[in-house]
């Protein structure tokens, strides 16, 4: 069913950016909510059955604390169950473009009028699966190569301060600051590379580009002297509201595992509130990425959102 659509295409500071977003949420929380838990659903059901002691062991530390004169059995970690985990883990970060790309599809319906649709969404999202796995392939190397060098780098200098703080004390509380200054500059860079990361996927689902031209849009519409600094803006945001994500789902996980001390009520719980959460932060990177695409197309744009939601 249509609805009026409350969402002209315009350009938005990051208040309104974060404020539109907002509405969204609360409007269609049921459906985005849903979409991220088909990612986060089966995560946690392979950790139940992967590390199915790990609940226990969190109950022994915190009845430990509680009551330090009892001295509970260390449990430990089957060496193959690390590996389902750890498998589980990268397989969860290679299917994350696909729930992000359903998200910005069900917010392409919102700005055209409509009730974002789940399956929908996703079947247009696994229409683009091999051009999604491409960019996100090519991106993260890129990423992970760009934060590995940047390491390295900040690295030596600390390590020359040091050796250096016998012989030339203040030349070793310099290369210290600088060193300082440059793991600074990393954090944010990698934050400018997150949403660069971002923006190529959604081109791949959302414009139909191949991977090279969902590369280079990322880089295009994200490092450029107007856009590079609100990138990083709205990076310093996410991450602030990512540690609140972890920190509010892991604390109620923490406290519900306390209290009923059941593993797999905890991980259930956990997973819902993590997707209710999560799709919220989707939410506002699509937003993101639609403004910055209105800034520099308008109508084009509005032609596009038409087309992928006819």
Not at 12 to 34: C, K
Not at 174 to 196: E, H, K, R
Not at 217 to 226: M, Q
């Amino acid at each position: 069913m249509d609805v009026t659509p409350d969402y002209p295409l315009r350009a938005l500071g990051i208040g309104e950016i974060f404020d539109r977003a907002v509405t969204i949420y609360v409007r269609n929380f049921v459906v985005f909510t849903l979409m991220v838990l088909t990612l986060l659903a089966p995560y946690n059901l392979v950790q139940y059955f992967a590390i199915p002691n790990s609940g226990a062991s969190l109950a022994q530390t915190m009845d430990t604390i509680a009551h330090p004169e009892k001295h509970p059995k260390e449990s430990t970690i089957a060496p193959a169950s690390l590996g389902v985990f750890v498998a589980a883990a990268f397989l969860f970060f290679l299917l994350s473009p696909f729930v992000a790309s359903a998200v910005a599809f069900g917010v392409a319906a919102v700005y055209n009028g409509k009730r974002p649709d789940y399956a929908a969404s996703f079947s247009a999202v696994f229409r683009r699966w091999l051009p999604i796995l491409g960019t996100a392939f090519v991106e993260l190397m890129f990423l992970f190569g760009s934060y590995g060098a940047m390491v390295m780098v900040v690295t030596v200098v600390a390590v020359i301060g040091a050796v250096s703080i016998k012989g030339a004390f203040w030349l070793s509380i310099v290369l210290f600051a600088i060193a300082g200054i440059m793991l600074l500059a990393t954090i944010l860079f990698l934050l400018v590379l997150l949403m660069n990361y971002v923006f190529a996927t959604y081109a791949a689902t959302l414009e139909r580009m191949n991977v090279g031209e969902a590369i280079v849009s990322g880089f295009r519409r994200i490092f450029n002297k107007r856009e590079f600094g609100k990138a990083m803006l709205m990076g310093l945001a996410y991450l602030a509201l990512q540690v609140g994500v972890l920190t509010v789902s892991g604390t109620i996980a923490v406290v519900l595992l306390y209290v009923v001390k059941n593993y797999a009520l905890q991980l259930a719980v956990g997973a819902i509130i993590s997707s209710a959460l999560t799709s919220f932060l989707s939410i506002v990177v699509a937003v993101y990425y639609y403004d910055v695409r209105t800034r520099a197309e308008g109508l084009d744009l509005e032609v596009d959102l038409q087309r992928l939601t006819s």
